[in-house]
């Protein structure tokens, strides 16, 4: 079985600062990974994905996010973040086995980036 | 381009009550497609997927049911609606690669929130 551990559930910031979501998982299978974003009263946004190759992958708008397979984390990150980056993000994971293409979330964690 | 739509947006119904959510994609075939419920302050929890036409596997025990009468059709039902299933639903679908391929993305539509007085 997979789970998803998103250790901080709300994380306060102000406009241009920094800032890091963390996010360990459980998995006795190979996992891929996913970050999604969800804005207020909307769907799901896929933000950024780690499949295979460099362990470090990036989205379009300023987040990266590294896998690291010896702390089981897939972290997010942004070097300064911005007011419509306020919205809760979602760690995820997807088991290389199960018979099926499924998703596990962690419980999100809400970024509020204020002025 | 692939499109997921998903009505109605907003639900109020009150404890006992029959309940059904559509969702329907648009420009793609044979996708795999599934139910999440979001409750307050939680996470997502998978409630049902479907890899085809009748093809229902059910994540959780739960007072829910889906359907999937068209290949790009996926129905959420119950017959008498508990207060326990407030929350937010989202219907999401994903690209059938094969058995024992995985890994890809799932794109999710913009939910329904259902409340149950």
């Known amino acids: 079985a997979q789970s998803v551990t998103q250790l901080d559930s709300q994380v306060p910031v102000f406009e241009e600062a920094p800032v890091e979501l963390r996010c360990n998982y459980s998995?006795?299978?190979?996992?891929?990974l996913f970050w999604y974003v969800q804005y207020p009263n909307q769907g799901l946004q896929l933000l950024l994905k780690?499949?295979?190759?460099?362990?470090l992958v990036e989205s379009i708008n300023g987040f990266e996010a590294e896998f690291n397979k010896s702390q089981t984390s897939f972290h997010l990150r942004k070097p300064s973040v911005h007011i419509s980056d306020t919205a809760e993000y979602f760690c995820a994971v997807s088991p290389f086995s199960g018979g099926y293409n499924k998703l596990i979330f962690g419980a999100g964690t809400r970024l509020a980036v204020h002025p | 381009s692939q499109t997921i739509h998903q009505w109605p947006a907003t639900l109020v119904q009150p404890v006992g009550s029959p309940l059904s959510l559509e969702c329907t994609v648009e420009?793609?075939?044979?996708?795999?497609l599934y139910w999440y419920r979001q409750a307050a302050g939680r996470g997502l929890q998978l409630l049902f997927y479907s890899v085809g036409i009748g093809q229902i596997s059910s994540e959780v025990p739960q007072n829910l049911s889906a359907s999937r009468p068209q290949d790009r059709q996926f129905i959420l039902s119950s017959k008498k609606l508990l207060l326990s299933d407030s929350g937010f639903y989202l219907c999401?679908?994903?690209?059938?690669?094969?058995?024992?391929?995985?890994?890809?993305?799932?794109?999710f539509g913009e939910g329904s929130w259902l409340t149950v007085v």
């Open positions: 780690y499949l295979s190759g460099s362990t």
């Open positions: 420009g793609t075939s044979n996708p795999n």
């Open positions: 999401a679908w994903s690209t059938d690669l094969g058995r024992g391929r995985f890994g890809n993305t799932i794109y």
């Open positions: 998995s006795s299978v190979s996992v891929y």
